[in-house]
């Protein structure tokens, strides 16, 4: 297993996700305790240190199941990280509540990794806001040794993250970004990347294969990679790319099976970056991968002809991230800091903003459909 060193402790380059354990009946909410239990005991066999569970993760069940399985382990032979669920604005005035909760799910005295989860354009004027006092709670529970390491997750925009950054940045010890080479360009990795790299924060992957969506390519897609690197399963590129980003510690995948969890420890077996030409055949790939997408440039000729005043050019980029999925949260939840009135429902479909696009883009269609499938 490649090892990563973060401050004093020698980390597994791969952690073990747990927010798609294997589960009965195709209910969400109930884990398979037995074959997570052996998927846990391959991982540890295998030299994965690092587990990451969350409040929210199958139905509030993720840290009892991953509690009880990890206590079969002696307690320094793992680190175990979770977060403060800020996803849901209703848990911003209950972080001791739910902090002690948590302990007592998961069974243990301290979390090795905790973090403000989530951080997002919903979210962060809450996470900034004094009166709910959660920075100076955790950060108190870190100076009574029951975090050991303070950091956060964020699927927000570059600007939310500097906003967050800009305020606690001193104290964070690592972020945890959705990266992969989709999203490199897509949702803004690269810039994410820079701007933690600048503040000297190590960074934590989560999806490395976008739900599962770089497991399986297009044939197209398959030939071109298998050209460059004939021997390479096609998983494994999602994680030579990661190995290639400077400052990527913890690559987290959320592991459901137990095929996934040998394949992917067969992976990271070897430290094998990509090359420069890989890289960039790698990413037109992904460039492939992204075409169909409206084309919006954000040059913003539309808003100032739109009645409504809607911020189209951010509806484009959520109608595409949700187009692109397949339905998913992202979009509706960074809907949920934009007022109704200025939702993709509220377009009257007048047309103005087509008469100035530079892209030609049928907006008031995309409009339209992105309505209805946020809605159906």
């Given at each position: 297993?490649?090892?990563?060193?973060?401050?004093?402790?020698?980390?597994?380059a791969?952690?073990?996700?747990?927010m798609?354990?294997?589960?009965l009946?195709?209910?969400?909410?109930?884990?398979d305790?037995d074959?997570?239990?052996?998927?846990?005991?391959?991982?540890?066999?295998?030299?994965?240190?690092y587990y990451?569970?969350?409040?929210g993760?199958?139905?509030?069940?993720?840290?009892?199941?991953m509690g009880?399985?990890?206590?079969?382990?002696?307690?320094d032979?793992?680190?175990?990280?979770t977060?403060?669920?800020?996803?849901?604005?209703?848990?911003?005035?209950?972080?001791?509540?739910?902090f002690?909760?948590?302990?007592?799910?998961c069974?243990?005295?301290?979390?090795?990794?905790?973090?403000?989860?989530n951080?997002?354009e919903?979210?962060?004027?809450?996470?900034?806001?004094?009166?709910?006092?959660?920075?100076?709670?955790?950060?108190?529970?870190?100076?009574?040794?029951?975090?050991r390491?303070?950091?956060?997750s964020?699927?927000g925009?570059c600007?939310?993250?500097?906003?967050?950054?800009?305020?606690?940045?001193?104290?964070?010890?690592?972020?945890?970004?959705?990266?992969?080479?989709i999203?490199?360009s897509?949702?803004?990795?690269?810039?994410?990347?820079?701007?933690?790299n600048?503040?000297?924060?190590?960074?934590w992957?989560?999806e490395?294969?976008?739900?599962?969506?770089?497991?399986?390519?297009?044939?197209?897609?398959?030939?071109?990679?298998?050209?460059?690197?004939?021997?390479?399963?096609?998983?494994?590129?999602?994680?030579?790319?990661?190995?290639?980003i400077?400052?990527?510690t913890?690559?987290?995948?959320?592991?459901?099976?137990?095929?996934?969890?040998?394949k992917?420890?067969?992976?990271?077996?070897?430290?094998?970056?990509?090359?420069?030409?890989?890289?960039?055949?790698?990413?037109?790939?992904?460039?492939?991968?992204?075409?169909?997408?409206?084309?919006?440039?954000?040059c913003?000729?539309?808003?100032?002809?739109c009645?409504?005043g809607?911020?189209?050019?951010?509806?484009?980029?959520?109608?595409?991230?949700?187009?692109?999925t397949?339905?998913?949260?992202?979009?509706?939840?960074?809907?949920?800091?934009?007022?109704e009135?200025?939702h993709?429902?509220?377009?009257?479909?007048?047309?103005?903003?087509?008469a100035v696009?530079?892209?030609?883009i049928?907006?008031?269609e995309?409009?339209?459909?992105?309505?209805?499938?946020?809605?159906?």
């Open positions: 297993m490649v090892t990563k060193t973060f401050q004093d402790l020698t980390l597994s791969l952690g073990m996700g747990a798609r354990l294997p589960v009946d195709g209910d969400d909410a109930r884990i305790e074959r997570t239990a052996e998927m846990v005991a391959y991982a540890m066999e295998h030299g994965i240190n990451d569970t969350a409040w993760y199958h139905g509030e069940n993720s840290e009892i199941v009880k399985v990890l206590k079969k382990y002696s307690r032979s793992f680190y175990l990280a977060k403060f669920p800020g996803y849901d604005l209703s848990n911003m005035d209950k972080v001791e509540k739910i002690e909760k948590q302990l007592e799910k069974g243990v005295e301290y979390f090795d990794f905790y973090l403000f989860h951080v997002c919903m979210n962060i004027d809450a996470y900034l806001d004094k009166k709910y006092g959660i920075f100076e709670y955790l950060m108190k529970q870190k100076e009574n040794g029951r975090i390491h303070l950091g956060f964020a699927h925009s600007k939310v993250m500097k906003r967050f950054l800009e305020a606690y940045g001193e104290h964070m010890e690592f972020c945890q970004i959705q990266l992969n080479y999203d490199w897509f949702q803004a990795g690269k810039e994410k990347v820079d701007l933690l600048e503040y000297k924060i190590p960074i992957v989560m490395p294969l976008r739900g599962g969506k770089l497991a399986k390519l297009p044939e197209e897609a398959e030939a071109k990679l298998k050209e460059m690197r004939p021997e390479e399963e096609i998983p494994a590129w999602a994680f030579r790319f990661l190995q290639t400077p400052g990527v913890m690559v987290l995948s959320g592991m459901s099976n137990f095929e996934q969890i040998e992917n420890i067969k992976t990271y077996e070897t430290e094998e970056p990509l090359t420069v030409e890989e890289m960039k055949g790698l990413l037109s790939v992904a460039d492939g991968m992204l075409n169909g997408l409206l084309p919006c440039t954000a913003h000729y539309c808003v100032s002809h009645p409504k809607l911020d189209i050019p951010e509806l484009l980029e959520l109608y595409n991230e949700h187009s692109f397949g339905g998913g949260f992202l979009a509706p939840m960074a809907l949920m800091a934009v007022p009135e200025k993709p429902s509220a377009c009257v479909g007048c047309k103005s903003c087509e696009c530079p892209q030609q049928k907006i008031s995309a409009m339209s459909d992105f309505a209805g499938k946020l809605n159906g």
